[in-house]
């Protein structure tokens, strides 16, 4: 078995070791109150952030926005047009040493003097020689290329301290995830093995809206890593507006839909099942319609909303990713062109 495919199932256990933690003072909690979030990430750590930027506007209730890394040192007078002391700045990163995210750490910390935090899976790295508040969590560090658990599990923390913030009414629910985790992925594993080996997929899509568009990009970045496969993301609405042009019977398209936009997402699901596409829902719990549509379907049966139970539409796409590469002879444990490191 390879280190990809052994990570992909450890997210669960690994969640457990993140949620165990006790790693938001009340001084990290003074710090945030009231400031405008701006998360700081690049590649997979980007779409981390759109998604951790969703969840603080809507746990925190705070105003969060996403920025490339290199956005911030390029253009940092559009980024914070406003006084250092009404923002707080988030930088993620697996290894903690990618060139853009240290660039974008002097010019919030060092140079604009605004309130750091640091996330990373790596101590010792000179991403921790920035933030006032630091979030390591070493224990879902890869050995893989290709980020999956690091991803779930640094989402899986800025989600416990945007709910934290906002007064932990969540935590109970996602105290619940990790063992939702272990219900689904063997579930996830073996329906998308199935999948990729019936069909001819040439192309994949993946939609999604508010906190689940980061998923559909990071979803995309994992097919495109592994399998070098056309791979595309969009708000799923938006998809109606040309790119579903070249929908055709050998593209398949994977819609993440949470119960409140299912009704009018569920109407784009049947029009592209009539267009030909192969369509893959992955929703909490389906409606008829989606019963109808849907060619596969997975029903995550967990009773949260979609900012709850977030993480645990990723390992879909990393299984896709991980099978499709198989599929093309390709090793997922060492995706062409890339390293696990970008440094400039």
């Known amino acids: 078995m390879s280190t990809t495919i052994d990570e992909i199932l450890s997210q669960p256990s690994t969640w457990q070791s993140v949620l165990d933690k006790d790693n938001i003072g009340n001084d990290l909690k003074n710090d945030l109150i009231g400031k405008s979030n701006i998360f700081i990430g690049s590649g997979t750590s980007y779409y981390l952030s759109l998604s951790a930027a969703s969840i603080f506007s809507n746990y925190a209730n705070q105003d969060a926005i996403a920025v490339p890394s290199a956005e911030v040192f390029l253009y940092p007078q559009i980024i914070f047009p406003k006084n250092a002391d009404d923002y707080a700045a988030f930088l993620i990163s697996r290894s903690g040493t990618t060139t853009e995210v240290l660039l974008a750490g002097e010019t919030v910390?060092?140079?604009?003097?605004?309130?750091?935090?640091?996330?990373t899976c790596r101590n010792g790295s000179g991403l921790t020689k920035f933030g006032k508040h630091k979030f390591i969590i070493e224990e879902a560090d890869e050995k893989s290329i290709v980020m999956t658990r690091s991803f779930t599990s640094m989402l899986l923390q800025l989600q416990i301290l945007a709910d934290a913030l906002g007064g932990g009414s969540n935590f109970k629910n996602l105290r619940a995830i990790p063992e939702f985790g272990e219900l689904n992925i063997e579930q996830m594993k073996f329906q998308t093995k199935d999948i990729v080996n019936s069909n001819?997929?040439?192309?994949?899509?993946f939609l999604g809206h508010g906190p689940l568009f980061g998923i559909a990009n990071e979803a995309m970045l994992k097919v495109t890593e592994m399998s070098i496969s056309i791979s595309n993301e969009y708000h799923s609405l938006e998809f109606r507006?040309?790119?579903?042009?070249?929908?055709?019977d050998r593209t398949l398209i994977t819609f993440f839909i949470a119960?409140?936009?299912?009704k009018r997402e569920g109407k784009l699901v049947k029009e592209m099942h009539e267009l030909g596409a192969k369509t893959f829902v992955v929703c909490?719990?389906?409606?008829?319609?989606?019963?109808?549509?849907?060619?596969?379907?997975?029903?995550?049966?967990?009773g949260m909303n979609n900012f709850e139970n977030l993480i645990l539409y990723t390992p879909v796409a990393q299984f896709l990713g991980y099978y499709q590469a198989l599929k093309k002879g390709l090793d997922p444990d060492k995706p062409q062109n890339l390293t696990q490191v970008v440094t400039l």
């Open 109 to 119: 910390q060092n140079k604009l003097g605004i309130c750091t935090c640091a996330v």
């Open 200 to 205: 001819n997929i040439e192309s994949f899509v």
């Open 241 to 248: 507006h040309g790119p579903m042009s070249r929908v055709n």
């Open 259 to 262: 119960n409140n936009t299912m």
């Open 284 to 302: 909490d719990k389906a409606n008829k319609e989606l019963y109808k549509s849907a060619d596969y379907l997975i029903e995550l049966n967990t």
